[in-house]
């Protein structure tokens, strides 16, 4: 079991910049890939940004450019730098930790933080 929490959303103008952390605990962290997902009112959940194991980085069209994904396993935490925020990148954010072994699939999710971009 993994349970994660989530920290750094908030309220900024259009063109600034937050930092979200998502600290994980219970498990093995540097075993998961990690992912940060945002889900606006009235929208389906989506992705926004995956590091693997291997550090491998994927991102949204939508954000590429402007997001960063990383991670420290020595602290259990995946960052997700957001820079040149715009109105429609308002959502809550969910940290995401998963992996699959053996045929099983290991899932969990935190209980997210909510950014709102003004314009």
């Known amino acids: 079991q993994v349970q994660l929490v989530e920290s750094g959303g908030g309220l900024v103008q259009a063109g600034g910049s937050l930092r979200l952390s998502c600290v994980a605990s219970?498990?093995?962290?540097?075993?998961?890939?990690m992912a940060w997902y945002r889900q606006a009112p009235g929208k389906q959940r989506e992705l926004v940004a995956r590091?693997?194991?291997?550090?491998?980085?994927t991102y949204a069209e939508s954000v590429k450019g402007r997001f960063t994904i990383s991670r420290d396993n020595f602290k259990n935490t995946v960052y997700l730098q957001m820079n040149s925020l715009k109105p429609e990148d308002t959502a809550v954010y969910y940290c995401?930790?998963?992996?699959?072994?053996?045929?099983?699939?290991?899932?969990?999710w935190g209980q997210g933080t909510q950014v709102t971009v003004s314009a």
């Open positions: 995401n930790a998963y992996r699959l072994s053996s045929s099983r699939e290991y899932d969990y």
């Open positions: 219970g498990s093995i962290f540097s075993i998961y890939s």
């Open positions: 590091i693997t194991t291997e550090r491998t980085t």
